[in-house]
C-alpha cells in the first residue's frame, strides 16, 4: 500500500470524490501542514494554525498509480485558486500535494508543470507541492461525511 495526501478545498467533497475509485483502500480526513499539535477543527478554522483540509489516502500502486490519483486531484477542484475553494475561504482550504517520497514529489511537479500548460487554467495554477508534515486525522464526525449524510456531494 502507498498513501497520498491532498488538500483541495473542503475535505468532505475530496473524500467523496475519492472515497470509491477502484484501487483506493481507505480515505481519512484531517489536518496537515501547520504548526500545532493535534489540532481540532475548531483550530483549523481560525485559519491561523496553518493546517490544510486534507485528505489521506492508502491506495494499491497494482491497481491505481499516482500519476491517475493527481488526474483526479486537479479535475475535482479549481487549482487556480489561492487560499479558497469556492465560497470557502483560507488557507486551510489551499490547494495543496503532500508528497510521501521524492519519487512523488517529482511526479506531482510534473503533472502540475503539464496541467499548466493544457490551456484549461485562464490563471497559473497555486497548488503547492510541499513534503508530508504529521498527519491529525479529523474528529469522527468528518469521516464519511457526505456518505453518513446521504449526500455525493457538497453540493447535492
Same mark, same amino acid.
Given at each position: 500500500m502507498e498513501k497520498a495526501t491532498f488538500g483541495a478545498g473542503c475535505f468532505w467533497g475530496v473524500e467523496a470524490a @475519492?472515497?470509491?475509485i477502484k484501487g483506493i483502500k481507505l480515505t481519512t480526513v484531517g489536518y496537515m501542514g501547520g504548526n500545532l499539535k493535534n489540532p481540532t *477543527?475548531? #483550530?483549523?478554522?481560525t485559519d491561523k494554525t496553518g493546517h490544510a483540509e486534507v485528505v489521506q489516502i492508502l491506495y494499491d500502486q497494482t491497481k491505481i498509480s499516482y500519476e +491517475? @490519483? @493527481? !488526474?483526479?486531484?486537479? !479535475?475535482? +477542484? #479549481?487549482?487556480?485558486q489561492l487560499n479558497r475553494q469556492g465560497i470557502d475561504i483560507g488557507t486551510q482550504y489551499r490547494s495543496v500535494i503532500f508528497y510521501h517520497s521524492? !519519487?512523488?514529489? $517529482?511526479? =506531482?511537479?510534473?503533472?502540475?508543470n503539464? $496541467? $499548466? &500548460?493544457?490551456? &484549461? *487554467?485562464?490563471?497559473?495554477? =497555486?497548488?503547492?507541492i510541499t513534503p508530508a508534515k504529521e498527519f491529525y486525522p479529523a474528529e469522527e464526525y468528518h469521516q464519511k461525511y457526505l456518505e453518513k449524510h446521504g449526500k455525493i456531494s457538497c453540493k447535492y
Open positions: @475519492l472515497q470509491n *477543527y475548531r #483550530d483549523v478554522c +491517475h @490519483l @493527481l !488526474n483526479i486531484f486537479w !479535475n475535482i +477542484h #479549481d487549482p487556480t521524492e !519519487n512523488q514529489k $517529482q511526479i =506531482a511537479e510534473k503533472s502540475r503539464k $496541467q $499548466q &500548460k493544457t490551456g &484549461k *487554467y485562464k490563471n497559473p495554477i =497555486a497548488s503547492e
